[in-house]
């Protein structure tokens, strides 16, 4: 073609060609002109033995500086990036141009390929079945879900098997932690049906943060207690080295495009509630494992068996009631009935949830909290554990911590602002007081809600009389007694009998 040096190649074709047809169309043949083929005629040499293409056409702009100043920075800051390099050779020649920064990068980046430093080299592995599982946690709330109309800020724990390609994913509200990590894995397990030789996690730095040595210690041998219940060989990452979990790492990308991708066909990222969420992921995960059975049904006759039972996926902690009616883990308050101030309780801390014990009776399950990003403790309250002291005190209401907390839905932070705008302050945190002890003692707090939105809506304040008359007690659901009673001769009759 014009304008394009023969190789070698063409050359020895164009020889071949020669001894059957004519210099035109050989050359033809060979992709160049004929009048190319006479100046091979005249010249047989290959391409590739002539002499070297001709040098420079002009000056070159790093001849002076990039040897003597360049250089040195690249010895002295190996990681420098060529952007940085350049934009210090423009303040110090300003002269030099912007023109020079793809020279300046190719000029280093060949520099550095004869003197830079070694890298790091990616081993590929040969995989076998049933050998080797993976863990790791990837975040979730670039995909903006929202559960009860709020957003979802969550992680998923990503689990799945090298050889086949089996996955799963279990939805985690906080950070990455033991118990997550503990809970999920047992979960992929058992919809596995089986235990790989070998699970690698990552480091775990989250998990370990703020943490002494003796809490890590306990951390660790957690970890490799709970790889020991179902047969697996421990191992972490290194630190900040993420290709060493490759195979799940790169899972996660299309995890996340894949569960974005059902998001979209749903027509939307809202739920109901969190029950609704997980169940679509699991949707979404099983569809996906779906593709991948056979492979995934030959691995299983690799894997070792399940053991009897799950091994614990939780933290356990002795708290103490307090005053307050409640307890403080994890920098959360929580509010329990008041019949337990005092009490030293047994909480089993999972990764949504607490499970409170009075020795070994099972009390109650609170949801669990998270304190706020700068430090700030957070709260979990029932207003159902302290309504009975609030209505002996109602002017605590105005002043308590856990204020904004304490009201079960919008409508009634909504209308005690809007009590403490028309009323006396002793008046307004009366009459919330009682509202919330008629939602509590009639169970009627999403229908008393309603009517609060109505209220505040048409700009008046609650009826405390007609809400009383509206959820008392039908009398016609009440149970009639009959009571009869009997005649005294009765009892003249059983004592003489006893005499006799």
């Keep these: 073609m014009p304008g394009r040096h023969i190789n070698d190649h063409q050359m020895r074709l164009y020889m071949k060609f020669r001894h059957s047809d004519g210099v035109a169309t050989a050359a033809a043949k060979a992709g160049f002109s004929t009048a190319t083929g006479y100046r091979i005629a005249h010249d047989p040499q290959l391409p590739s033995q002539k002499e070297a293409v001709r040098g420079r056409r002009r000056p070159d702009p790093l001849a002076d500086i990039f040897d003597a100043e360049v250089v040195p920075l690249l010895i002295e800051a190996p990681g420098l990036r060529a952007v940085a390099v350049f934009e210090e050779m423009l303040r110090r020649h300003p002269d030099l141009g912007t023109g020079i920064r793809r020279t300046l990068e190719r000029r280093i980046r060949d520099w550095r390929a004869v003197h830079g430093e070694e890298q790091e080299v990616i081993f590929r592995q040969t995989h076998e079945p049933g050998r080797m599982g993976l863990s790791d946690f990837t975040d979730m709330a670039d995909l903006d879900v929202t559960v009860a109309g709020v957003r ?15 996955e799963h994913a279990h939805v985690i509200l906080g950070g990455e932690s033991y118990v997550a990590l503990a ?31 003796d809490a890590r210690t306990d951390l660790t041998r957690r970890y490799d207690a709970l790889c ?24 996660h990308g299309h995890l996340k495009k894949i569960v974005r991708d059902a998001l979209l066909m749903r027509g ?14 699991d949707e979404v995960i099983a569809a996906k494992n779906r593709r991948a059975a056979a492979r995934i049904d030959a691995e299983r006759a690799h894997l070792k068996l399940l053991p009897d039972r799950r091994t614990s996926d939780y933290e356990e902690v002795i708290v103490t009631v307090t005053s307050s009616s409640g307890f403080t883990l994890r920098k959360v308050f929580y509010t329990v009935p008041s019949r337990l101030i005092g009490h030293r309780l047994r909480v089993r801390l999972y990764d949504d949830r607490l499970d409170v014990f009075l020795g070994a009776t099972r009390l109650m399950t609170l949801m669990r909290g998270r304190s706020a990003g700068n430090g700030k403790h957070g709260d979990v309250v029932d207003y159902r554990h302290v309504i009975h002291s609030l209505r002996r005190k109602p002017m605590a209401l105005i002043g308590i911590v856990y204020r904004e907390q304490l009201f079960p839905r919008e409508a009634y932070r909504r209308m005690f602002d809007r009590l403490l705008e028309q009323l006396p302050d002793r008046i307004a945190c009366r009459t919330m007081v009682e509202l919330l002890a008629l939602a509590h003692e009639r169970a009627c707090e999403a229908e008393l809600a309603d009517i609060l939105t109505t209220d505040l809506d048409a700009s008046r304040l609650p009826d405390m009389a007609a809400l009383r008359r509206r959820f008392a007690p039908d009398p016609a659901t009440l149970p009639e007694v009959v009571v009869t009673l009997v005649s005294l001769s009765t009892y003249d009759i059983l004592l003489n009998g006893v005499a006799a």
């Design 152 to 166: 979802l800020d969550h992680r998923l724990y990503h689990f799945c098997l090298v050889w086949s390609g089996f």
């Design 183 to 213: 809970e999920g894995l047992q979960n992929a397990l058992w919809a596995l049906g089986g235990s790989p030789l070998d699970h690698r996690s990552d480091s775990l730095s989250a998990a370990f943060r703020n943490l002494d040595a």
């Design 228 to 251: 020991e219940h179902y047969g697996m060989t421990p191992s972490r990452n290194n630190r900040g080295v993420a290709h060493e979990n490759g195979s799940v790492e790169s899972a």
């Design 268 to 281: 939307s990222a809202a739920f109901d509630n969190l029950a609704a969420y997980r169940r679509f992921i």
